[in-house]
């Protein structure tokens, strides 16, 4: 086809960085689970690899709150995206964003980032394990296959509670029907009076991988959930020799508990060391509010910022949402992110605050 037909695309793309969006539909998914839309006012393309997710910059009883979640919807819609947030007993952003986010209003997000996506892992036979809430991320793969004729072979193991906390299920059972590359298996720990169900019950084992997915070995596989269900798929795959370059999980969330106890442990034994000598020390300098301060080797550049009462927003402190991007116009630093800054970003003198190390004395723009 020659070029001279094709109009070129005048319409704002997005990347990595923060927008302001406007929710446009609130959609109930189940009982406690809703899904959130959202779109600009200028259309922008949100184009993101399937898989990676956003960071709601919120105010919340007054105090600024940041948390990522999954983009659930597919690329392939490319004027808007949508998270999928399930509500928590006793969580503060949940509860307050299914009680108080409506259509009409707006919204600070950051991002898209994530390593874990379906782009950057290309398989021909793929395997999705989900738990809970934890099928966004492979729903969003599985859309985007699905709406892009993608010649993959899909197989969507999903565990939930019982029939009614099922997400997308009659979305799912009719990409099931209407494409044979598709193949759908729901597990159910339970099922309440009155509700029908004749599908697999229980916990994901060795004998219901065997029978939904029995050439699991050979697939890629893209698993997320809770912690627990996660543990329990490695251990599995693992005692069957299952290639682990092959699996992929989400691992963004709360901090898991051996990393808490880990920081703990440093912490402790922080206190109980000697003093380390003032030469040995970095100053950072945070030259647009004019101060600075002297750390220890190892300290980040967010623990820095702290100690001096200046707030860097953070959300995951994993390296991943990259909420916590700082201009650094001098110096070096060890950054060990896990996805949540670009190349570009960083050879234009980015860091994310919260895994970058100075090597030495480092000046910040902040």
Not at 119 to 146: C, E, H, N, Q
Not at 213 to 228: K, L
Request: charged content about 20%; proline content about 6%; hydrophobic content about 40%.
């Amino acid at each position: 086809m020659s070029n001279e037909f094709l109009n070129p695309i005048t319409t704002q793309t997005w990347s990595n960085g923060r927008h302001l969006v406007r929710c446009v539909k609130v959609i109930q998914e189940t009982w406690d689970v809703r899904t959130f839309c959202f779109m600009a006012e200028q259309p922008v393309l949100y184009f993101f690899k399937p898989g990676q997710f956003v960071t709601l910059e919120l105010e919340i009883d007054g105090q600024p709150v940041m948390r990522s979640y999954t983009i659930s919807s597919s690329p392939a819609v490319p004027y808007s995206f949508s998270v999928t947030i399930k509500r928590v007993p006793g969580g503060k952003v949940s509860n307050w964003l299914h009680e108080n986010l409506k259509e009409g209003d707006e919204v600070p997000v950051h991002g898209p980032v994530g390593l874990f996506n379906a782009i950057d892992f290309p398989a021909d036979k793929v395997l999705y394990l989900s738990g809970g809430v934890g099928i966004t991320p492979v729903m969003s793969m599985a859309r985007w296959f699905y709406d892009t004729n993608a010649n993959v072979d899909m197989i969507f193991v999903h565990s939930a509670r019982s029939p009614k906390d099922v997400i997308y299920h009659r979305e799912l059972e009719n990409m099931a029907a209407r494409i044979n590359n598709f193949s759908l298996h729901i597990i159910c720990e339970k099922h309440g009076l009155g509700e029908a169900w004749a599908g697999y019950r229980g916990y994901l084992n060795q004998a219901m991988m065997h029978m939904m997915a029995p050439d699991f070995m050979e697939r890629e596989i893209f698993c997320c959930g809770p912690t627990p269900y996660m543990n329990a798929v490695k251990r599995l795959l693992e005692a069957n020799g299952f290639d682990m370059s092959r699996y992929h999980e989400e691992s963004f969330g709360a901090t898991p508990a051996d990393i808490r106890e880990e920081a703990k442990e440093l912490a402790a034994e922080a206190a109980d060391a000697d003093p380390v000598p003032l030469a040995d020390q970095h100053q950072v300098e945070f030259i647009a509010t004019g101060k600075s301060i002297r750390i220890d080797p190892g300290e980040t550049v967010h623990a820095a910022a702290a100690k001096l009462g200046l707030h860097i927003p953070k959300a995951c402190g994993m390296g991943i949402c990259g909420t916590c991007k700082v201009m650094k116009t001098a110096g070096e630093v060890d950054m060990d992110h896990n996805g949540g800054i670009t190349d570009e970003d960083v050879a234009e003198g980015f860091i994310l605050s919260c895994c970058s190390v100075p090597k030495g004395d480092v000046v910040i723009d902040y």
